[in-house]
């Protein structure tokens, strides 16, 4: 690997590199330094590998399955052909970020930081001062790269509910990045659902507020360990677009906004220190997230003291003109970006061109907003070491020969995230398949287009969905266990057979009569259905894959009625990123099971919760609908959208399986409720106990949930909402005492005038193991002055575990 010194002029001495000076001083004195082009050259970026063409399939596409070009971002395609500049053109004053060096293309390890090595080595060759660019890569199921570890789908991170797990993973994510000369990941996706038909509901941790924050904080502080910056998305409102349909209007009021839809972000700026965030395709009342100064600068910088980088979607900026029509090019689209408080444009520069050079010379716009976004930058390169005298292209991927994308503690930590997320909707009458009293299994018939495809075990941003479509002939990068040899593997004196039956998607049914056949010649038929994930409409789940209804896709509900109808004890399995209506299967199925695209471990992570040797813990983050339409909202609802307002409307919002639901082999008993104190003033503190008892037979977890209910209050509330969970695992009779510290501020909501306040009342107090269990239930009062609070208030609830001495 040949060495090119760094320009001349880049002053490895001068005082902006020296290491013993605060980083602010630095940012300055580099500031100082800078021509006006140079400052405006660092809001933008280069995706050198947007434009490489995909290698042609030698195989027809398999029935059912698209052949049309996959694009990795909207409209890819359309800016790969306009034409982009070079990287020497695009770095002629330097720059900003590469884009996606190694989550373009199939590359090794060695191949990917040598073409790091080499554009990196273009930038600072036309860098005067030897500045050179920040790395970003997506991160949203693991490192997407080829032959990384692919975790299962955040989805699945919201059914394990388990905080430590998630920043764990996001450490080991990091440790990768950074290895290979990554800095910034794009991850985590703390959109909340709003909608199930939404295509990206895959890349949420599910529909409660709660969750997603105390996940997404967890994933924050894990992915930051390791020294690389995680960035928040999408900043705000996007999962709530109109008809479920992506980057659709959002008809969301500055309320819902603030209570449902911003709070994740808030506590993983507050609580983790998150250092970038991603703006949201969407408006919001009409109004772009990428030209709201209100929501980009008032709200996350003024109100909540961020300091980092915010970035933009890839090509939102030129999508204000293009799109939503602010604009009448992408360069006046940039202006708006900028005054917003936009900071660096992603995945090319196309609106923070040198135009903004002319403009600001003309008076246009101020040179202190070019200022503002690119001292943010700065910083970050300084705070990276990026600027340190020592730092070179080479040295940042030193340590990418030694570095193994897909470990063996990867796959370990992989098959722990998946055996946590699985969810036992119902065991039905036939699971676990290998238990005392079962008689035993000879024939399995295993069907259905999710048994034999890894592919569906992975979502949309996992390298094999994500990239390798445009490359057929690499395989996958890594080993991935489909659902029928996980079985076989698991079950080795069972006869197991197989038959597709359909395709995910496609209304061919040509394979129904073999796949009956088999289910009736067998003891059981495992029906594994779902999704496969995909972009842009080339798959069931993903982004720009949203849905009509919430029927299996395709004609997989087909299928599984004509197993049904065989007499065959039928055991259902969900591989899916999104809810889907189990309505007409529940009652039928000797069992239920609900796995969110588990990953590459998620072949023996299914097949062992179906044997048994898994003990199911994972919990619902998002509702199982009854019905596949007329769907439920999310459980977070005022009494008129709750099962509360029966008789109103012939339309029930009852789900067939409860937010928070998920069982297990062994039970559990949740009882002997304590509140510390019937009255606390609204600023007050209050404790909330129960004891849980493991009353089964075999080891498990259970996840004790917390919900208040604000009875009276001065404009709507919900009926109930999350403040509070643990996940608990105990031996059989083992007991424990869960104790809630709640604070007054976990009542807070936004007020009439919109400001947040702590309001004097009685507060309803359930717990349980789901949304619809909640056997424990008390009041306190909040007594006292109506309290405003702000960003200082108390974001989550913190949770002692304490273990009960039970008598023989």
């Known amino acids: ?216 904080a967890a994933y924050v502080r894990g992915l930051q360990s390791a020294g690389v910056i995680a960035t928040l998305k999408h900043f705000a409102g996007y999962s709530a677009s109109r008809a479920a349909r992506n980057h659709a209007p959002v008809s969301m009021g500055r309320r819902e906004l603030l209570d449902i839809i911003l709070p994740t972000f808030e506590t993983a700026v507050a609580l983790a220190g998150a250092r970038s965030v991603m703006n949201s395709y969407s408006d919001v009342d009409g109004v772009p997230a990428g030209a709201d100064p209100w929501l980009l600068t008032e709200v996350l910088r003024d109100g909540w003291g961020f300091t980092g980088t915010v ?58 907003l070019v200022d503002r976004a690119a001292r943010r930058l700065l910083q970050q390169k300084i705070e990276l070491g990026l600027l340190d005298p020592q730092w070179t292209p080479e040295a940042s ?50 069907v259905g287009p999710c048994a034999d495809d890894p592919r569906t075990f992975m979502g949309c941003y996992a390298f094999p969905n994500h990239v390798l479509p445009r490359y057929p002939g690499r395989g996958l990068g890594v080993g991935v266990q489909s659902g ?109 099971v609900q796995a969110f695209m588990p990953g590459e471990e998620g072949g023996p992570a299914v097949a062992g919760v179906l044997s048994g040797r898994v003990q199911p813990g994972g919990k619902l983050p998002v509702q199982i609908p009854r019905k596949a339409g007329g769907q439920p909202s999310t459980y977070l609802q005022p009494p008129l959208a709750s099962a509360e307002s029966a008789g109103i409307s012939n339309l029930d919002p009852t789900p067939l399986f409860a937010f928070g639901h998920g069982r297990s082999y062994t039970t559990f008993t949740l009882g002997d409720l304590r509140i510390s104190d019937a009255e606390i003033p609204t600023d007050g503190e209050v404790t909330v106990a129960v004891r849980l008892t493991n009353s089964g037979a075999r080891a498990g977890d259970e996840v004790v949930q917390l919900y208040l209910h604000d009875v009276l209050a001065q404009v709507t509330r919900p009926v109930k909402q999350l403040v509070g969970y643990a996940r608990v695992t105990l031996e059989p009779g083992a007991a424990v005492d869960v104790v809630f510290h709640v604070h007054a501020d976990r009542t807070a909501f936004t007020g009439r005038d919109l400001t947040r306040v702590v309001e004097p009342g009685d507060v309803e107090v359930l717990v349980g193991t789901s949304a619809s269990d909640l056997p424990c239930r008390g009041v306190f009062r909040l007594t006292g002055p109506l309290r405003t609070v702000g960003h200082d208030r108390r974001l989550v609830t913190p949770v002692d575990i304490a273990a009960v001495a039970v008598s023989a």
């Open 484 to 592: 029928v040899d996980a079985l076989r593997a698991e079950l080795p004196d069972v006869e197991v057979i197989h038959e597709r039956g359909c395709a995910v998607q496609g209304s061919d049914r040509s394979g129904f009569a073999a796949a009956v056949a088999a289910a009736g010649d067998a003891d059981l038929c495992v029906a594994f259905v779902g999704d496969l994930a995909g972009l842009f409409g080339l798959g069931t789940s993903g982004e720009g894959c949203d849905a009509e209804d919430l029927r299996l896709p395709g004609v997989q509900a087909d299928l599984v009625a004509e197993l049904l109808a065989t007499g065959t004890p039928v055991v259902v399995v969900v591989v899916s990123g999104r809810p889907y209506a189990l309505g007409e299967v529940h009652g039928r199925a000797a069992g239920l």
């Open 397 to 446: 991927v030193s340590a990418a020969a030694a570095t193994d994308l897909d470990s063996p503690s990867n796959r370990a930590l992989a098959r722990e995230m998946a055996e946590r997320s699985v969810v036992l909707l119902d065991a039905g009458t036939a699971l676990p398949l290998l238990g005392d009293g079962r008689p035993a299994l000879r024939r399995i018939a295993v």
């Open 311 to 368: 970035v933009s979607d890839y090509w939102a900026i030129p999508f204000l003109a293009t799109m939503h029509r602010l604009a009448p090019d992408a360069e006046e689209a940039g202006v708006l970006a900028l005054r917003a408080g936009l900071d660096v444009e992603l995945p090319d520069t196309l609106g923070f061109g040198q135009h903004l050079v002319e403009r600001v010379r003309r008076g246009e716009i101020s040179e202190e």
């Open 1 to 216: 690997m040949t060495t090119v010194p760094i320009p001349a002029g880049a002053g490895m001495t001068a005082p902006w590199r020296d290491t013993t000076r605060s980083v602010a001083d630095r940012v300055e004195r580099l500031l100082t330094e800078m021509t006006l082009e140079e400052k405006v050259g660092q809001l933008g970026s280069r995706w050198v590998g947007n434009d490489m063409e995909p290698e042609p399939s030698t195989e027809p596409s398999p029935a059912g399955e698209s052949e049309t070009t996959f694009n990795v971002a909207p409209l890819q395609d359309v800016f790969a052909a306009a034409g982009t500049m070079s990287l020497e053109e695009a770095s002629t004053h330097g720059l900003g970020h590469l884009t996606r060096v190694f989550g373009s293309y199939p590359m090794t390890v060695a191949e990917g930081a040598a073409e790091l090595v080499r554009q990196h080595r273009v930038v600072l060759a036309g860098s005067r001062l030897g500045i050179p660019a920040l790395v970003h890569e997506e991160c949203l199921t693991g490192f997407t790269a080829f032959g990384a570890t692919v975790y299962p789908a955040a989805i699945a991170w919201g059914a394990t509910f388990d905080a430590d797990l998630v920043e764990r993973m996001a450490a080991a994510i990091g440790r990768d990045m950074a290895a290979v000369g990554v800095h910034q990941g794009l991850s985590p996706v703390l959109d909340v659902v709003r909608d199930y038909r939404w295509g990206r509901v895959e890349e949420t941790m599910g529909e409660d507020p709660y969750l997603v924050a105390t996940l997404g």
